[in-house]
């Protein structure tokens, strides 16, 4: 039996209760665990692309007359500075790269659009007041891996005279200002935009240069797509869960197996740890006292004992708990009245109580028999003397 009398009595009260829990919590804890090992964590993370977009104007010119410089026919790329008379017409050459930096490839699907211009503006104390442009060249070149290319001839010279002449007409009012203008417009598929850079030009009577680069990147990020990662559950999960359906189905099968049939033996065993200072074992005899009360409860015959100043005696063998007072004895019984106590409790399904009268007793079972004179005569020397010593002896 379970040494605790208090967990004995909820087992006799509540065990059924307790078991159907218990099956049902390893169950579950059981299918959750099955549950979490088939069907792993997912998690979802948004995917961006980025594109950029770079232009990139370069200059260059190719020698009209030799000289000591340069040989007629020699081309100058991206200089400084460019003689007027030895290289007049300069030569823009545009270029868009359509690149996707996420994946480290070219962009082969965008359509470019170039645009050169030179443009003029009168300036006064830094604040302009007119300005006139004119497009040298605008076309839609196709994209190769990625790259566009477009090439744009300046004639110097022209804009040299046309400068001058505006600077006459102004009479020293204001200041005029020459400009190369690169104007791109892109389509990568998944973007639209344009990109504009400007380069001021001075023009001298001997020389010409561009100050400043006409150069311009710009970046493009978007959602592409999702990105699914699949991770097994949390191991001390998987183990928390099957650990704790492991112990709640032994928890069942342990509960079952001790669990107290009988729930009034379980009270008493309570009571009987709870009183233990009011109780003695002891063997209490059937003639005793002149008047027996049986009582309802083993608390009773403690009240009584309380209330006496007595002990309560504990005869294991009557399976009785008394109190004795002033010639009343206080009692209770699981067994019923006072005289029932007498006689042992006995399986009488364990031994048949009748026999057949016809039948005939074997010769072993007679010979089993105990043929001691236990009940003699009273003269008979090894018999009782009264009824008295009878029942000592039962």
Not at 297 to 311: C, F, G, M, Q
């Amino acid at each position: 039996m379970i040494d605790n009398p208090r967990l004995e009595l909820l087992l006799a009260k509540r065990g059924r209760t307790i078991v159907i829990a218990l099956i049902a919590i390893g169950v579950l804890s059981i299918a959750a665990t099955g549950w979490a090992v088939a069907n792993p964590e997912t998690t979802t993370a948004p995917q961006y692309t980025e594109e950029r977009v770079t232009v990139e104007g370069s200059t260059s010119a190719v020698v009209t007359e030799s000289g000591t410089l340069w040989p007629e026919g020699q081309r100058l790329s991206d200089s400084s500075v460019y003689l007027l008379n030895a290289t007049p017409e300069l030569t823009v050459e545009a270029e868009t790269r359509l690149r996707n930096e996420t994946g480290g490839t070219p962009v082969e699907d965008g359509d470019v659009t170039h645009e050169v211009s030179m443009r003029f503006q009168a300036t006064r104390d830094g604040s302009p007041f007119w300005n006139d442009t004119t497009t040298v060249l605008r076309e839609s070149p196709s994209v190769e891996n990625g790259v566009a290319t477009s090439n744009a001839t300046i004639d110097v010279e022209s804009y040299r005279r046309q400068q001058r002449q505006l600077e006459r007409e102004l009479g020293g009012i204001g200041t005029v200002e020459l400009a190369a203008v690169l104007h791109t417009e892109y389509d990568t598929g998944t973007h639209q935009g344009t990109l504009t850079t400007t380069a001021p030009m001075e023009i001298t009577d001997e020389a010409y240069w561009l100050e400043g680069e006409l150069s311009e990147s710009t970046p493009h990020r978007y959602r592409s797509g999702t990105e699914r990662t699949t991770t097994s559950r949390s191991p001390a999960l998987i183990g928390g869960l099957s650990l704790l359906g492991t112990l709640s189905l032994a928890g069942a099968a342990l509960v079952v197996r001790r669990s107290p049939g009988d729930l009034e033996a379980a009270r008493r065993a309570l009571h009987e740890q709870r009183y233990a200072e009011w109780i003695s074992r002891g063997s209490i005899p059937m003639w005793i006292g002149d008047y027996h009360v049986s009582l309802d409860t083993l608390e009773d015959v403690v009240d009584v004992a309380i209330d006496t100043n007595e002990r309560v005696v504990h005869d294991t063998q009557r399976g009785l708990f008394a109190v004795v007072n002033d010639g009343v004895v206080y009692y209770y019984s699981d067994r019923g009245l006072w005289e029932e106590t007498a006689w042992p409790e006995m399986d009488l399904e364990a031994n048949p109580a009748v026999i057949d009268g016809d039948g005939e007793l074997p010769t072993t079972d007679l010979s089993a028999l105990d043929t001691s004179n236990e009940f003699a005569a009273p003269d008979d020397p090894d018999g009782f003397e009264d009824d008295e010593e009878v029942w000592e002896q039962l």
